[in-house]
């Protein structure tokens, strides 16, 4: 009954022409996947061509095809990175011993779950941002979105490979199960806090790129180093599309606060209220904003600490970020680190053993990353003049998850009661106003080369093309 040529429809380097068992478990997948997508992927864009690219292969000249695509009918593919010969598992109880090329039977549960939290993420951030092509500021932009919503979805058939080729039924039931829940969903939601938030406006979706999608960078680079060789070989491919989806954040948001300063300096103002009625989005806000996706996105790499977290690294299912760097003894078995608990009413840090805290270690690592983007930004107000910098907050400020969910502290790192929580909360999280204004400047801009008011243009094209290239042709 098949008449798929794998090879054309689903670009691969996992022999799936050779496969009957994967071509089958994909053939029953890949419809409800279309559905899926056609249900919950960007909103009315069915018919839009879309300056895409699309991975073929892993080497250099394959990995980025650009052309115009419907997006229905990308080619979402299966690629993993050229396996390592010999590669030997480098962390953990079994340091030293042979990668494993299958799932070893005691650690079969855990590894299931671990691919399925990635795996949930992938299709949660495209339903996130499903209403986003309605009003975006350029056709540069909307192209941008599209590609991270079609990276997002090949993200979940990375993911959807490895349950279908090595977990059985279980696995298949799993894959299913990744397409019926849904972002926000009150009785089947995303699996993570941060991928059940809306991400309303574009503000919003740079901010989610540059926070979120990173938060994506390090459980990848810890996957990377996993001794589950098909898992490290799959998501070190995904890492190379994640670094688009963080450019997109970190040049959008750099292109607002462009714009913003830009105003700032023809009016000469810093008022808020003024800057508003020119129709930018005043610094603090972006600042709420900021400290908004920073909190929540911090969140996501879990409690601080957490007996899984030991178990996942000294089992070798998930190392830590560049682990193969480090130059400790990989087992970390005597080792301790801090992490922060509240003391006499203050943040004071408790020594306690590594191998409990590695959320924590792998969060402190997304920190050190995210900050320096942060610093980008902040070359571009002073580059305006402008005495304004925009900060991230205390990775205390605004927890769910974790020692500090239980407390309120100040963006600055002060530990505060609940009065001076809600007397302050308006400064320091985006308010129901602060959101309706910047969705009121969201409006559809879609002439090619033309830019909403609000956020300046990007300093070049994508793939050398021209800035006013017709990146989607609505048909
Ligand atoms: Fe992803
Ligand atoms: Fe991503």
Not at 119 to 127: L, N
Not at 302 to 307: E, H, K, M, R
Not at 316 to 334: I, S, V
């Amino acid at each position: 009954m098949s008449t798929i040529n794998y090879s054309e429809k689903i670009p691969n380097n996992v022999n799936l022409s050779e496969d009957r068992t994967l071509q089958r478990a994909l053939e029953q997948w890949q419809p409800n996947y279309l559905h899926w997508w056609g249900d919950m992927g960007p909103e009315g864009s069915r018919n839009f061509d879309v300056y895409l690219r699309t991975a073929v292969s892993v080497d250099p000249q394959g990995w980025a095809q650009f052309g115009y695509v419907k997006m229905p009918d990308y080619r979402w593919g299966i690629f993993l990175n050229p396996a390592e010969k010999d590669r030997k598992i480098h962390f953990g109880d079994h340091l030293g011993e042979a990668a494993w090329q299958d799932v070893p039977g005691e650690h079969r549960a855990n590894l299931r779950r671990i691919i399925v939290t990635q795996g949930d993420t992938e299709p949660a951030s495209v339903e996130q941002q499903r209403h986003l092509g309605l009003t975006a500021p350029s056709q540069y932009d909307l192209r941008n979105l599209f590609q991270v919503n079609v990276e997002e979805g090949r993200h979940l058939w990375a993911m959807v490979y490895l349950l279908h080729k090595y977990f059985g039924r279980d696995g298949r039931e799993e894959a299913e199960a990744l397409l019926e829940r849904r972002s926000g969903d009150q009785d089947h939601p995303r699996i993570l806090g941060a991928f059940n938030e809306k991400t309303p406006d574009w503000l919003s979706f740079f901010m989610f790129t540059y926070f979120t999608d990173r938060d994506g960078k390090f459980q990848l680079c810890a996957l990377a180093e996993s001794s589950f060789d098909p898992l490290a070989r799959t998501t070190k491919f995904m890492l190379t599309e994640e670094a688009h989806h963080m450019f997109v954040g970190e040049s959008g948001v750099s292109r607002v606060v462009q714009r913003t300063c830009q105003v700032m300096n023809e009016l000469k103002t810093d008022d808020p209220a003024k800057l508003r009625a020119a129709g930018v989005i005043d610094l603090p806000t972006i600042q709420r904003y900021l400290n908004f996706h920073y909190s929540v996105t911090i969140d996501l790499f879990g409690a601080d600490q957490s007996s899984n977290a030991a178990i996942f690294y000294s089992s070798g299912l998930k190392g830590r970020f560049e682990e193969g760097k480090r130059t400790d003894d990989h087992l970390l078995k005597g080792a301790t680190y801090g992490v922060l608990e509240v003391h006499d009413g203050q943040l004071v840090e408790k020594q306690v053993p590594m191998l409990n805290a590695l959320n924590e270690v792998l969060r402190d690592d997304f920190i050190k990353d995210s900050v320096s983007g942060v610093g980008r930004w902040n070359k571009v107000i002073e580059k305006a003049g402008i005495p304004f910098r925009l900060q991230v907050p205390h990775k205390a400020f605004n927890r769910k998850i974790g020692t500090l969910s239980g407390i309120r502290v100040s963006p600055e790192g002060r530990v505060i009661g609940d009065a001076e929580w809600k007397a302050n909360v308006s400064q320091w999280l985006p308010t129901p106003e602060d959101r309706a204004f910047v969705a009121s400047l969201m409006g559809r801009v879609v002439e090619p080369g033309q830019f909403a008011h609000w956020i300046a243009p990007p300093v070049m094209g994508i793939n050398r093309q021209p800035i006013e290239f017709e990146y989607v042709r609505f048909g």
